[in-house]
């Protein structure tokens, strides 16, 4: 059983930066894919980036060139870069992992393990 742990959330004002982390508990398969979702009140979960065991990496179209999405193998750990957030970015975020090809990384039903997820507010 794969356990996730988000951290790094937080509030920030329009135009600043977080970087949120997800370290995993260990991971069995040689290929997988891990994700950050987010969710904000009344809204669906929607996937924001994902990336792969071969580094490659998905975003949404709403974060292209804001966010960047990064992994350390070594922990197994991954990490999103939040660059010049925006009010319509406030939601808790969260960690998913699976295993898999990343087509369709921004299915939330294809996950199987998730975080509890953590607090990212951006006030204008």
């Known amino acids: 059983q794969v356990q996730l742990a988000e951290s790094g959330g937080g509030s920030v004002q329009t135009g600043g930066s977080l970087r949120l982390s997800c370290a995993a508990s260990?991971?069995?398969?040689?290929?997988?894919?891990m994700g950050w979702f987010r969710q904000a009140p009344g809204q669906e979960r929607e996937g924001v980036a994902a990336?792969?065991?071969?580094?490659?990496?998905f975003y949404a179209d709403s974060v292209k060139g804001r966010f960047t999405i990064s992994q350390d193998n070594t922990k197994p750990t991954v990490s999103l870069q939040m660059n010049d957030l925006k009010p319509e970015d406030t939601a808790m975020y969260y960690c998913?992992?699976?295993?898999?090809?990343?087509?369709?990384?921004?299915?939330?039903?294809?996950?199987?393990?998730w975080g509890q997820g953590t607090q990212v507010t951006v006030s204008s």
């Open positions: 260990e991971y069995a398969y040689s290929r997988y894919l």
């Open positions: 998913a992992a699976d295993h898999g090809y990343g087509a369709m990384w921004y299915l939330v039903p294809r996950y199987n393990y």
């Open positions: 990336i792969d065991s071969d580094g490659k990496t």
